[in-house]
């Protein structure tokens, strides 16, 4: 008690100063460090896809030249997360002309959907339905969403972009331990499609071993017709007919009407700021950008840094920011094309300053007393995300998924694609919760055309007008509070990009009522945060970042250690 009056004392003389925290310094002394290039960098969840992009980078490509590039080789050496047959969100800087945009390609219902779908005779969730059938699965956007970024930002040609990843699909790839192990794990779920089976077992008795080389041919065949055609070599066409007429066969409700009238949507971020440096994200359907600046708005008035990195009483703070912010999400976040999200609203100071008048300093909000806010104004662990930066200042963030680990464990027939279950993102009955324990709404009910919610949150932080922070998560639900801490420990905690990687992370999503924390969160903290009336459970690595920062002319790298076969390279 005395500790906390202590501290609460404190933060009436150190409030003044949350502002003027002085900016990372690299010293010698890290235990950590990030790997340093100056004329560019790519750091994703596989090696393979890394050196990809690392060779469309030496070739000449600009950032997105290589982004491009890297999304279809990870649909063929990361099976269970990168994809052709998925959705995500990309953001863009165009260093020369000095501006950030997002690039919305997540899913989009088939015009077959309706609010009921899912629900069985007594009105319940049919959750198999919902997360593992044909029904499950979205439009995927993933092909439109690179195809734009290229058109738009590329400077080469989509067979030049395409090139690698088909060669890795024909001429096959050695599989690691980590693929090897999930192909093992997966068997049952995956073994029941005989597409997915055909390609990534060897017999119907036997798995691949570490080493073995991974073929894909109808994969390369699908990568070909995109080389051949663009976009419409997936949207239409061949591959589109192959698609559709497998989901159909199999009682799904996609049509190539819905693949043919697919489009990816450039939009603007959402943009805040954060103790002087400028915080740009992605808007909604992704929860993630708004919530960053919600939470980072709330936390800017206490003097995080001189509480200390991982302190009980920055965790605290920290969670109640959470705790607040996934209240906020259940109610008002939803695709703004058929919702009115107050994005405004919930990213401004202003509602910040009225939340923090939630928070105690000495104890634990309750999450059953904790309602989302009324306006008065104006996805799958198994995703990934890969960051990439090029010699003039040209920058990606980009996450994309199929949701579960491998989408619904199907392959569409004589396309080597796996399929998503995005549906699976939607509020399937208001106020039931999600595979990843997420209460959803109205503003998140399933509707044709409509793009589910999502917590995939690239993010991108500028100092001085230029980008000095790129980096995004895997994660599920714990997206958003992943990507939150990167930032905290950079700014706040003054720590390089390895250290700021490689730190304990925790998370709290208000329901359930839980504060999750790595294993190696300090068992001290732990007590304290309990005695503070948080209950507490320990549980694996959260996230996976893929993290770049520019500065002094330098660029500087970090891959999370957290998932195995992930690598940054630059030159």
Known sequence: MVKQLFISILFLFCLLDANTQAPPIYGAESIHHPLIAEQGMVATQHDEATKVGLEILKAGGNAVDAAVAVGFSLAVVLPRAGNLGGGGFMLVHDAKGGNTRAINYREIAPKKSDKDMYLDAQGNVDNKKFNSSYHSIGVPGTVAGLCQALDTYGSMSIQEVIAPAIRLAKEGFPISHDLAHVLEKYQTRLRVCPETEKIFYPSNTSTYKAGDILIQEDLAWSLEQIAQRGSKGFYEGALAKRMAEDIQENGGIIQTNDLKDYKAEEVDV?????RGYDIYSMPPPSSGGVHIIQMLNILEEYPLGFLGHNSAETIHLMVEAMRLAYADRSEHLGDPNYWDVPVKWISSKKYATDLRKKIS???ANISEEIKPGKVTDYESEETTHYSVVDKDGNAVSNTYTLNFSFG?????KGTGILLNNEMGDFSAKPGSANAFGLIGGAANAVEAGKRPLSSMTPTMVFKDNKPYLITGSPGGSRIITTVLQIILNVIDHNMNIAEATHAPRIHHQWYPDILYTEKV??????RLLAAKGHT???????????????????????SDPRRPDASTLGF
């Open 270 to 274: 959402v943009k805040g700021t954060y």
């Open 361 to 363: 300093t000495f104890n």
């Open 408 to 412: 619904t464990g199907l392959v569409a």
């Open 521 to 526: 969160l300090n068992a001290d903290t732990k």
């Open 536 to 558: 507490i459970k320990t549980r694996a690595a959260m996230g996976s970042t893929q993290t770049l920062m520019i500065r002094d002319g330098l660029i500087f790298g970090c």
